[in-house]
């Protein structure tokens, strides 16, 4: 390398590193306001164990629940530690653990392990800081390998896509390991990969052309194995590149590292606790309303089981809906409306799609890349087939996030800024209302796919019990039927959106939001052949159109049923459909459920007249579903 070039490199990697702090001390300042432990603050997915965790080790230096942390979250957060999991200990020769005065966490300690230094100093806002200063690694890492194959401009912008316009900036105000998983992975790829790419270094930067990258990348591999032991399959592409190479030697050792790393964390946890299974054994629960110490001689025993000690493979691998839930869940994982690709991750639909028509500009090892991504989505999909983009509570695919760093090095040299763009521009237009205000969207997960483009994407019907609106009770399982007609004596009524204004006093009907379209599941415990409605406008006359599918979304209006009827001012009109087969939901060894989509709109609306309720509803038609066997 002449020395111009050298400078240029140098200056390359000043501008990744001082857009790296201000886009993150940007987003910290829109995020200014976030106070964690505010009266009205809410503990969201699994952030009470990790709270716990972290706080533990900075204020009493161990990894143990006894009542001081109860009381600790108590005064920071009214509901307490909702959601935490816990567990009881025991000696390494499997015996009672012999202090009754405390239990163990039922989570990997080693996103609290990195987080701890930010919590002694500041307390729990270091749980921002510290994911503020993991979301400019992020971006310094996208950065400079992009820029060792593209312009600085280029760089710039398909960095900040890749960081910014996805679901990624919302795990920022998320205290659990998301984001620590998605910075770590790509660190790995980072320093296996860097050196493929980047012109011979000079200085201090010249160690990451070495071979000894390949041992830091195989640490980085373990933390995160640890952390969430199927990101595994991350490390794999390396190792099978190595190997591909015949580079024997350095397979072996990278392979050594890893499993060293990863058996050395898991045996500190079985030193902490006396079990290998972080998230098993010794009688693992998960805790609600009520917690273990919060009065005297109240222990574990008041939570509920949440132990993963078997695979229940009878149960993954049931051949009645395997298939049926594989093919489905490839279709959601892309767009799905609360988790896909598409809507959430574009940047890497974007790197991917691409890569794959860069003739003549594919590296092979891009090949090992995209392989490792789609292990990882495989992973997922077969062992979490109800579950797969994190269950209840989840923003977007939290689960993915271990896979989601590598996406970045799949993106070709790209010349063209105004094709740089397009991540960006394609990105925000999903997620900009998301990232603005991410506690907003955290603690209401399930608002966030109700407006926007995202309604035109299928609903993610394998995970019907684990969907984001799910944690809005009075949106769900809403009972309706027995109306003395023939009709199932009772079925369930899933609202999607906000434009059904739930159920009636009489229980069997609810009215739609004037001139707008309302979404809502319907699930029976049976197979069902007629959909049946009765619609009735108000005081103003409206054309409604109602649509019966499988799917949701623009997929409803290629293999949907749909019917269009003109309601006179008071006048009922009733609809009947042919079912097709709903979709078989089964998440344990019962029958399979079904599940239908039904969309109503309606053309116009009207307001109640004053009355002693003042009801101020805009309201559409009034709706009593029936379904038929």
Known sequence: MNFATAEGA?????????????????????LGGVEFGRP???????????????????SDGDLAYRQEDL???????????????????????GGADPDRARLFYGKSFIYPLFAWPFVRVLGTSGFLVFNLVLLALAFACAYQFLAARSSTVVSLLLASAFVFATAVPVYVVWMMPELFNMTIGMGAYFFWLFKEVSPASAGRAAWLRRPVTDVVAAILFGLMTFSKPTNVVMAAPMVAWLIWRRDWRRAV????????VTVGLFAINVAISGEWNYQGGGDRRT???????????????????????????????DPEVFWTNLRANIVYFVAGRNSGLLPYYFPLVFAAVAFLLARGHRAPWQWFVLGGVLAHIGVQLILWPYTYFGGGGSVADRYFMGAYGAGVFLFPPIRSTAVSIIPAVVGLIFVARMIVDPLYTSARPGRYSMTGPQRELPVELTNVNDLPINTEGSRVLL?????????????????LDENSFLQEADQKSFWTRGQSRAEFLVKTDRPCRRFQVVLQAGPVATTTTVTVSTSGGFLAAIGGRSQTVHLEPGVPQQLAFSLPDGFPYKKDRSAPARVWVIS??????????????NDTRFLGVLVKPMVFE
């Not at 600790?72 to 020769?93: A, C, H, N």
């Open 253 to 260: 050792a990278v392979a050594a590292v890893l499993t060293t």
């Open 10 to 30: 140098r200056g390359s990697v000043r501008v990744g590193w001082i857009a790296a702090v201000l886009l993150a001390v940007t987003y910290g300042a829109v």
């Open 40 to 58: 009205e603050a809410e503990i969201f997915s699994d952030e009470a164990t990790y709270y716990l965790m972290a706080h533990s080790l900075a």
């Open 287 to 317: 805790c609600y309303e009520k917690y273990p110490f919060q009065q005297p001689g109240v222990g574990l025993e008041i939570c509920d089981e949440r132990g993963r000690n078997e695979a229940q493979s009878n149960i993954l691998f």
């Open 600 to 613: 109503i709109s309606s053309s116009s609306g009207f307001t109640p007249p004053p009355s002693p309720a």
């Open 479 to 495: 009972k309706y039927g027995n109306n003395g007609v023939g009709d199932i004596e009772m079925f369930q009524i899933y609202y």
């Open 71 to 93: 009381l600790r979250m108590l005064r920071e957060f009214r509901s307490g530690p909702r959601g935490v999991f816990l567990k009881k200990g025991q000696t390494i020769d």
